[in-house]
């Protein structure tokens, strides 16, 4: 399975963006992670494979959403009202195929896109 992250780039506070995390193979669960410079890589909203349910950290609840296209192969992070604390590196992740839902733990990902740098101008 390869994951192919992008949408990235500057955006002023308030603004918005889409990444998208195109994947050749198999995927289920999947899962947005970033990492801020200094600080722990760590999960911004996962998806179920029908999309019926979600995941959102408290940070990003009511901004962001993870929708997916399976006849595409893509899951996407819309990205609204962005803030500066959410500068960081966005990467796409799929969750171990034996699981049926996320995990906070990046041990529990088996597969992940390259990263895509999102940076919010205050």
């Known amino acids: 399975v390869q994951l192919q992250a992008s949408g990235g780039g500057l955006v002023q506070a308030g603004g918005s963006l889409r990444l998208s995390c195109s994947a050749s193979?198999?995927?289920?669960?999947m899962g947005w992670f970033r990492q801020a410079p200094g600080k722990e890589r760590g999960l911004v909203a996962a998806?179920?494979?029908?999309?019926?349910?979600?995941y959102y950290a408290d940070s990003v609840k009511g901004r962001f959403t993870i929708p997916r296209d399976n006849a595409r192969n893509t899951v996407y992070l819309e990205m609204n009202s962005l803030e500066a604390e959410d500068t960081a590196v966005y990467y796409c992740?799929?969750?171990?195929?034996?699981?049926?839902?996320?995990?906070?733990?990046?041990?529990?990902?088996?597969?992940w896109g390259q990263g895509t740098l999102v940076t919010v101008s205050s």
């Open positions: 992740a799929r969750r171990r195929a034996s699981s049926t839902w996320y995990s906070r733990s990046r041990e529990e990902y088996d597969y």
């Open positions: 193979g198999r995927t289920g669960v």
């Open positions: 998806i179920s494979w029908t999309g019926a349910s979600t």
